[in-house]
T-cell receptor, first 114, second 112 residues
Framework: AAGVIQSPRHLIKEKRETATLKCYPIPRHDTVYWYQQGPGQDPQFLIS???????DKGSIPDRFSAQQFSDYHSELNMSSLELGDSALYFC?????????????FGSGTRLTVV | AQKITQTQPGMFVQEKEAVTLDCTYDTSDPSYGLFWYKQPSSGEMIFLIYQGSYDQQNATEGRYSLNFQKARKSANLVISASQLGDSAMYFC?????????FGTGTRLLVSP
Protein backbone atom coordinates (compact mmCIF):
# COMPACT_ATOMS: atom_id res chain seq x y z
CA ALA A 1 0.00 0.00 0.00
CA ALA A 2 1.16 3.54 -0.72
CA GLY A 3 2.58 5.41 2.23
CA VAL A 4 3.42 8.99 3.03
CA ILE A 5 6.64 9.91 1.24
CA GLN A 6 9.01 12.48 2.67
CA SER A 7 12.14 13.83 1.08
CA PRO A 8 14.93 14.14 1.74
CA ARG A 9 15.46 11.58 4.51
CA HIS A 10 18.48 13.42 5.85
CA LEU A 11 19.55 17.01 5.45
CA ILE A 12 22.55 18.89 6.78
CA LYS A 13 22.51 22.68 6.62
CA GLU A 14 24.57 25.48 8.06
CA LYS A 15 23.21 28.19 10.33
CA ARG A 16 21.33 30.92 8.49
CA GLU A 17 20.76 28.72 5.44
CA THR A 18 17.35 27.71 4.13
CA ALA A 19 15.84 24.24 3.83
CA THR A 20 12.83 22.84 2.02
CA LEU A 21 11.20 19.61 3.11
CA LYS A 22 8.70 17.82 0.90
CA CYS A 23 5.80 15.55 1.72
CA TYR A 24 3.66 13.44 -0.61
CA PRO A 25 0.52 12.21 1.19
CA ILE A 26 -1.31 8.96 0.63
CA PRO A 27 -3.53 9.23 -2.48
CA ARG A 28 -7.03 10.52 -1.63
CA HIS A 29 -5.84 11.80 1.75
CA ASP A 30 -6.58 15.50 1.67
CA THR A 31 -5.24 16.63 5.03
CA VAL A 32 -1.53 17.05 5.68
CA TYR A 33 0.16 17.72 9.01
CA TRP A 34 3.70 18.75 9.86
CA TYR A 35 5.38 17.90 13.17
CA GLN A 36 8.77 18.68 14.67
CA GLN A 37 10.39 16.24 17.09
CA GLY A 38 13.51 17.38 18.93
CA PRO A 39 15.92 14.85 20.46
CA GLY A 40 14.22 12.95 23.28
CA GLN A 41 10.97 14.89 22.87
CA ASP A 42 7.47 14.12 21.72
CA PRO A 43 6.31 15.38 18.32
CA GLN A 44 5.17 18.99 18.35
CA PHE A 45 2.51 20.08 15.89
CA LEU A 46 3.58 22.80 13.47
CA ILE A 47 0.85 23.28 10.87
CA SER A 48 -1.86 21.45 8.93
CA UNK A 49 -3.59 21.84 5.58
CA UNK A 50 -6.98 20.67 4.40
CA UNK A 51 -7.77 20.87 0.70
CA UNK A 52 -4.74 23.09 0.11
CA UNK A 53 -5.74 25.63 2.74
CA UNK A 54 -4.11 26.06 6.11
CA UNK A 55 -6.44 24.53 8.69
CA ASP A 56 -4.54 24.83 11.97
CA LYS A 57 -1.29 26.29 13.20
CA GLY A 58 0.82 25.28 16.16
CA SER A 59 4.10 26.53 17.49
CA ILE A 60 5.63 27.19 14.09
CA PRO A 61 8.34 29.87 14.03
CA ASP A 62 7.82 32.85 11.76
CA ARG A 63 10.94 31.74 9.89
CA PHE A 64 9.03 28.66 8.75
CA SER A 65 6.33 28.60 6.11
CA ALA A 66 4.42 25.81 4.46
CA GLN A 67 1.93 25.23 1.70
CA GLN A 68 -0.03 22.47 0.05
CA PHE A 69 -0.07 22.33 -3.73
CA SER A 70 -2.74 21.36 -6.25
CA ASP A 71 -1.46 17.76 -6.33
CA TYR A 72 -1.80 17.70 -2.50
CA HIS A 73 1.90 17.45 -1.83
CA SER A 74 3.17 19.85 0.80
CA GLU A 75 6.43 21.69 1.39
CA LEU A 76 7.84 23.09 4.61
CA ASN A 77 10.25 25.96 4.03
CA MET A 78 12.64 26.95 6.78
CA SER A 79 14.79 30.05 6.56
CA SER A 80 17.55 31.53 8.71
CA LEU A 81 18.16 28.12 10.21
CA GLU A 82 19.28 27.93 13.82
CA LEU A 83 21.03 25.14 15.71
CA GLY A 84 17.80 24.56 17.64
CA ASP A 85 16.00 23.67 14.42
CA SER A 86 17.89 20.37 14.35
CA ALA A 87 15.15 17.79 14.69
CA LEU A 88 13.16 15.07 13.03
CA TYR A 89 10.39 16.56 10.90
CA PHE A 90 7.37 14.41 10.26
CA CYS A 91 4.65 14.77 7.75
CA UNK A 92 1.38 12.88 8.22
CA UNK A 93 -1.76 12.60 6.16
CA UNK A 94 -5.33 11.58 6.83
CA UNK A 95 -8.88 11.86 5.61
CA UNK A 96 -10.72 14.85 7.06
CA UNK A 97 -12.09 12.58 9.75
CA UNK A 98 -8.80 11.36 11.12
CA UNK A 99 -10.75 9.76 13.90
CA UNK A 100 -11.93 6.97 11.66
CA UNK A 101 -9.05 6.51 9.31
CA UNK A 102 -6.07 7.34 11.41
CA UNK A 103 -3.09 9.41 10.69
CA UNK A 104 -0.29 7.89 8.61
CA PHE A 105 3.17 9.27 9.16
CA GLY A 106 6.05 9.46 6.74
CA SER A 107 9.50 8.23 7.71
CA GLY A 108 10.56 11.75 8.57
CA THR A 109 13.33 14.10 7.51
CA ARG A 110 16.21 14.37 9.92
CA LEU A 111 17.52 17.92 9.74
CA THR A 112 20.89 18.75 11.24
CA VAL A 113 21.93 22.37 11.45
CA VAL A 114 25.66 22.91 11.98
CA ALA B 1 -7.95 21.40 24.70
CA GLN B 2 -6.86 17.79 24.54
CA LYS B 3 -4.12 16.49 26.79
CA ILE B 4 -2.31 13.17 27.01
CA THR B 5 -0.29 12.02 30.02
CA GLN B 6 2.18 9.15 29.95
CA THR B 7 3.66 8.80 33.42
CA GLN B 8 6.21 6.09 32.69
CA PRO B 9 9.37 7.54 31.11
CA GLY B 10 10.86 4.05 30.83
CA MET B 11 9.78 0.45 31.22
CA PHE B 12 11.74 -2.78 31.29
CA VAL B 13 10.37 -6.19 30.44
CA GLN B 14 11.83 -9.59 29.75
CA GLU B 15 11.29 -11.30 26.45
CA LYS B 16 8.00 -13.26 26.24
CA GLU B 17 6.44 -11.41 29.16
CA ALA B 18 3.50 -9.01 28.89
CA VAL B 19 3.85 -5.30 29.60
CA THR B 20 1.34 -2.48 30.09
CA LEU B 21 2.10 1.08 29.06
CA ASP B 22 -0.07 3.69 30.76
CA CYS B 23 -1.90 6.55 29.10
CA THR B 24 -4.44 8.94 30.56
CA TYR B 25 -6.17 11.65 28.62
CA ASP B 26 -8.32 14.71 28.98
CA THR B 27 -10.75 15.94 26.37
CA SER B 28 -14.04 17.77 26.24
CA ASP B 29 -15.05 16.18 22.95
CA PRO B 30 -18.05 13.86 23.32
CA SER B 31 -16.65 11.54 20.66
CA TYR B 32 -12.94 10.88 20.29
CA GLY B 33 -10.38 8.21 19.64
CA LEU B 34 -7.09 7.12 21.10
CA PHE B 35 -4.07 6.11 19.06
CA TRP B 36 -0.87 4.32 19.97
CA TYR B 37 2.29 4.68 17.89
CA LYS B 38 5.65 2.95 18.08
CA GLN B 39 8.85 4.81 17.26
CA PRO B 40 11.94 2.60 16.95
CA SER B 41 15.44 4.03 17.01
CA SER B 42 15.30 4.49 13.24
CA GLY B 43 12.77 7.25 13.85
CA GLU B 44 9.69 6.35 11.87
CA MET B 45 6.29 6.64 13.57
CA ILE B 46 4.43 3.35 13.24
CA PHE B 47 0.68 3.13 13.89
CA LEU B 48 -0.16 0.28 16.27
CA ILE B 49 -3.77 0.45 17.40
CA TYR B 50 -6.81 2.71 17.62
CA GLN B 51 -9.90 2.76 19.84
CA GLY B 52 -12.95 4.95 19.43
CA SER B 53 -14.67 6.26 22.53
CA TYR B 54 -17.93 4.55 21.63
CA ASP B 55 -16.42 1.20 20.73
CA GLN B 56 -17.94 -1.43 22.96
CA GLN B 57 -15.02 -3.81 22.98
CA ASN B 58 -11.37 -3.12 23.62
CA ALA B 59 -9.34 -3.00 20.41
CA THR B 60 -6.92 -5.78 19.61
CA GLU B 61 -4.28 -5.98 16.87
CA GLY B 62 -2.16 -9.08 17.09
CA ARG B 63 -0.05 -8.85 20.24
CA TYR B 64 -1.31 -5.34 20.98
CA SER B 65 -4.48 -4.61 22.88
CA LEU B 66 -5.99 -1.54 24.45
CA ASN B 67 -7.27 -1.56 28.03
CA PHE B 68 -9.72 1.29 27.57
CA GLN B 69 -11.44 2.58 30.70
CA LYS B 70 -13.54 5.55 29.67
CA ALA B 71 -14.68 6.47 33.17
CA ARG B 72 -11.07 6.71 34.31
CA LYS B 73 -10.00 8.35 31.05
CA SER B 74 -7.27 5.82 30.53
CA ALA B 75 -6.22 3.89 27.44
CA ASN B 76 -3.36 1.61 28.39
CA LEU B 77 -1.50 -0.40 25.76
CA VAL B 78 -0.87 -4.05 26.57
CA ILE B 79 1.84 -5.87 24.65
CA SER B 80 1.71 -9.60 25.12
CA ALA B 81 4.66 -11.94 24.63
CA SER B 82 7.22 -9.14 24.29
CA GLN B 83 9.88 -9.51 21.62
CA LEU B 84 13.31 -7.89 21.36
CA GLY B 85 12.01 -5.89 18.40
CA ASP B 86 9.44 -4.23 20.64
CA SER B 87 12.19 -2.08 22.17
CA ALA B 88 11.20 1.43 21.13
CA MET B 89 9.46 4.63 22.20
CA TYR B 90 5.69 4.34 22.46
CA PHE B 91 3.41 7.36 22.12
CA CYS B 92 -0.24 7.68 23.01
CA UNK B 93 -2.13 10.32 21.02
CA UNK B 94 -5.57 11.88 20.82
CA UNK B 95 -7.05 13.98 17.99
CA UNK B 96 -7.38 17.68 18.59
CA UNK B 97 -8.67 20.18 16.07
CA UNK B 98 -6.90 19.34 12.80
CA UNK B 99 -3.97 17.64 14.56
CA UNK B 100 -2.92 14.77 16.79
CA UNK B 101 -1.83 15.60 20.33
CA PHE B 102 0.91 13.33 21.67
CA GLY B 103 1.97 12.30 25.12
CA THR B 104 5.61 12.47 26.19
CA GLY B 105 6.14 8.81 25.40
CA THR B 106 7.40 5.72 27.20
CA ARG B 107 10.68 4.05 26.29
CA LEU B 108 10.32 0.28 26.42
CA LEU B 109 13.36 -1.96 26.68
CA VAL B 110 12.94 -5.68 26.16
CA SER B 111 15.73 -7.84 27.52
CA PRO B 112 16.58 -11.42 26.49
Amino acid sequence: AAGVIQSPRHLIKEKRETATLKCYPIPRHDTVYWYQQGPGQDPQFLISFYEKMQSDKGSIPDRFSAQQFSDYHSELNMSSLELGDSALYFCASSYPSGLDYGYTFGSGTRLTVV
Amino acid sequence: AQKITQTQPGMFVQEKEAVTLDCTYDTSDPSYGLFWYKQPSSGEMIFLIYQGSYDQQNATEGRYSLNFQKARKSANLVISASQLGDSAMYFCAIPGFQKLVFGTGTRLLVSP
